[in-house]
Each structure stands twice: as C-alpha cells, then as structure tokens.
C-alpha cells in the first residue's frame, strides 16, 4: 500500500539554526499539505500545493518559514531561524485533488524539538 | 471566527461498551466531516466521511451521524477493543476549502 514519506522523523536543533522538512506523497497526489500539530491539538494547515503551485499559505508564517515544491512531486518546509515555539510535530500529507470531498493520506511526521 | 470543539480531552469506557464522541462547531456550515484516529507519534489516518445531506454513515463497528441543525457530529464504536484506544480528530471542509481539524479526543477502551 503506498504511503506518504517523511524524514527525518525526529530533529532536534537549537534555535536560530536552520531545519528542513522533506516530503515525498503518494504517487500520483496533485495536493500536497503540511501541518504543524501541537501536542494535545489538532493539525493546523501551513501550506497546501496544488502541483508545484501554492494555493494557500495563508497561516504560514513567512518571515521564517519557506516551503517549495519545485517539481510537483516532493516537497520540501525550511524555518530559519527556528524558535522554541516552533517545537511541534509537522506532518505532511497528500490527496487526489481538493475539488471534491477528500480522504488526505498522512505521513509519519517529523517531531523537531528546538531547545 | 469557526470553532470546533470534541467532547473532553479523554473518554475512557470498558471493553465491549459503545465509545460515543462528539464534534460540536460553530460560526460554520461544512459540507461534509470526516473522522481520522491518531496514534501517538504517527500522523491521521481516514477513517469515514459523511455530506451534509446524509444523516449517517457506517462503516463495520463505526458509526457517523451528522446533524447541521445541531450543528454536531458523533462518532460511535460499537463493542470497543483495547486496540481502540487512540484520539480521534474530526475535521470539517467545503468544497474547494481546506479542512479545519478539531482538537480531538482521546479515547482508552479498558480491558
């Protein structure tokens, strides 16, 4: 059954250094997701791909963090510099299309711990 | 602004009781929910997705009803397992909009 990859699946950096996410979704997903998920909370949408266009980033604070997806296929989430605050599970996730109801497929996640 | 909010943090129940939670929103109109469980440390999983125009959804020992006068989804396990323990998220979307997730509810089904 095919899945949503993520790595690393755990980072633990300090801050003011820079970390980066990456994504590899089901093949053949045109939308792509990540989410941050704080502990005891539900994910929060960071940014949504619709092949290698962002279609809403609209909760992504963009002062620090950048997300790319260049060829439509995997994607990549950068924060520099990070922030204690930033200390979250991030899970990326994909699905056919968003036009219709949508079942997204999640990764693993990736838990970053800023200390 | 939308808020969603499910039960308490944490339900627990015995073994082979029915699990009932519950997603309450407001200052929204969905067009359709869906109900993921998580485990700890791994991402959502799907579970069942039901419109606005359909009152319940099965699926083996689950079960979604979906009132938009109450503005309120349960979610039902019949005879609860231990491998049942887990938080459930709902999550509520339009067409063409992206989903908002609700903070979910922890679920222990005690042997």
């Known amino acids: 059954e095919a899945e949503v990859a993520q790595s690393p699946r755990y980072k633990i950096t300090e801050k003011s250094q820079a970390v980066a996410f990456w994504c590899d979704p089901i093949?053949?997903?045109?939308?792509l997701y990540w989410y941050r998920q704080i502990l005891g909370q539900g994910p929060e949408l960071l940014v949504q791909?619709?092949?290698?266009?962002?279609?809403?980033d609209s909760q992504l604070p963009k002062d620090r963090f950048s997300a790319e997806r260049l060829k439509g296929v995997d994607s990549t989430l950068k924060i520099q510099p990070a922030e204690l605050g930033d200390s979250a599970m991030y899970l990326c996730?994909?699905?056919?299309?968003?036009?219709?109801?949508?079942?997204?497929?999640f990764g693993p996640g990736t838990r970053l711990t800023v200390t | 602004s939308q808020k969603i909010e499910q039960n308490s943090e944490a339900l627990n129940i015995q073994e082979g009781k029915t699990a009932t939670l519950t997603c309450n929103y407001t200052?929204?109109?969905?067009?359709?929910l869906q109900w993921y469980r998580q485990d700890p440390g791994r991402g959502p999983v799907f579970l069942l997705l039901?419109?606005?125009?359909?009152k319940e959804k099965r699926k083996e020992r689950l079960k979604v009803t979906f009132d938009t006068t109450l503005k309120q989804s349960l979610f039902h396990i019949t005879a609860s397992q231990p491998a049942d323990s887990a938080t459930y998220l709902c999550?509520?979307?339009?067409?063409?909009?992206?989903?908002?997730f609700g903070p979910g509810t922890r679920l222990s089904v005690l042997p």
């Open positions: 039901i419109r606005e125009n359909e």
């Open positions: 996730a994909s699905s056919r299309n968003r036009d219709t109801p949508y079942e997204q497929y």
């Open positions: 093949s053949g997903h045109a939308t």
């Open positions: 791909f619709q092949d290698e266009s962002v279609v809403d």
């Open positions: 999550a509520l979307g339009n067409y063409g909009q992206n989903f908002v």
């Open positions: 200052n929204y109109s969905p067009a359709y």
